[in-house]
């Protein structure tokens, strides 16, 4: 099998990119990074890519006529390095269905929350304000609808008495970097994909999303 070529959407620090490119370099999966792609010039993703030798390109929405000219020129540069997998790590600006359609099967997020509650944005506000005992984060392949696609694999925290969305907020992303680099193992090593609309795991169809367990091992769901 050809190694998997990877291009990473990022809009902010980048802290998730940086998981994946510790979690390379450590043998946790092999593939190349073909790329990592940014809306913000001035982010710290495309700094952590430069000191990873890794080719990066960023594009201002401001520079555009609209939103639909933007998507193209940008997912125009992300199609011509040719990703196997493109993974959306902080990427903060919602996806044309044209372009989510031209990578179908292709693409994956990562999400601070335990799909399918708490779409959108401020989750971790929304799960303290709702009272839940868990919160988590969620890794999905990308649907036209937003953070409505199929969950590969799940990673939960408890909530704690006396949190704060940021508290909260650390915990759990504190888990998504452990949670990203392993799906996207699975993926590389030819375990996982998408197909035909359901996520198939060595063969089986996933009929719940794994779960990572405190030894950081995805596992099925009990």
């Given at each position: 099998?050809?190694?998997?070529?990877?291009?990473?959407?990022?809009?902010?620090?980048?802290?998730?990119?940086?998981?994946?490119?510790?979690?390379?370099?450590a043998g946790v999966?092999?593939?190349?990074?073909?790329?990592?792609?940014?809306?913000?010039?001035?982010?710290?993703?495309?700094?952590?890519?430069?000191?990873?030798?890794?080719?990066?390109?960023?594009?201002?929405?401001?520079d555009f006529a609209?939103?639909a000219a933007f998507?193209?020129?940008?997912?125009?540069?992300?199609?011509?390095?040719?990703?196997?997998?493109?993974?959306?790590?902080?990427?903060?600006?919602?996806?044309?269905?044209?372009?989510?359609?031209?990578?179908?099967?292709?693409?994956?997020?990562?999400?601070?929350?335990?799909?399918?509650?708490?779409?959108?944005?401020?989750?971790?506000?929304?799960?303290?304000?709702?009272?839940?005992?868990?919160?988590?984060?969620?890794?999905?392949?990308?649907?036209?609808?937003?953070?409505?696609?199929?969950?590969?694999?799940?990673?939960?925290?408890?909530?704690?008495?006396?949190?704060?969305?940021?508290?909260?907020?650390?915990?759990?992303?504190?888990?998504?970097?452990?949670?990203?680099?392993?799906?996207?193992?699975?993926?590389?090593?030819?375990?996982?994909?998408?197909?035909?609309?359901?996520?198939?795991?060595?063969?089986?169809?996933?009929?719940?999303?794994?779960?990572?367990?405190?030894?950081?091992?995805?596992?099925?769901?009990?």
């Open positions: 099998m050809s190694r998997l070529r990877i291009a990473v959407l990022a809009s902010g620090r980048g802290s998730n990119l940086q998981a994946l490119i510790d979690a390379r370099a999966f092999d593939a190349e990074f073909a790329g990592v792609f940014s809306d913000r010039p001035d982010a710290v993703a495309l700094q952590r890519a430069a000191g990873a030798g890794i080719p990066r390109q960023a594009l201002r929405p401001v609209d939103r998507d193209d020129a940008f997912f125009d540069a992300v199609a011509a390095v040719q990703p196997d997998l493109i993974v959306c790590a902080g990427y903060m600006r919602l996806i044309g269905e044209r372009h989510v359609v031209r990578f179908a099967d292709r693409m994956i997020n990562i999400h601070p929350s335990l799909l399918p509650a708490h779409p959108g944005l401020h989750t971790h506000r929304r799960a303290l304000e709702d009272g839940v005992r868990r919160h988590g984060a969620s890794v999905h392949y990308v649907i036209p609808a937003v953070d409505a696609g199929p969950v590969l694999a799940q990673a939960a925290v408890d909530v704690r008495a006396g949190d704060t969305p940021d508290s909260l907020g650390e915990r759990v992303l504190a888990r998504e970097h452990v949670l990203l680099p392993a799906c996207v193992a699975l993926i590389a090593g030819g375990r996982l994909r998408y197909d035909g609309g359901r996520v198939v795991l060595d063969g089986a169809p996933l009929t719940r999303p794994l779960q990572l367990d405190s030894d950081d091992r995805l596992t099925p769901a009990a």
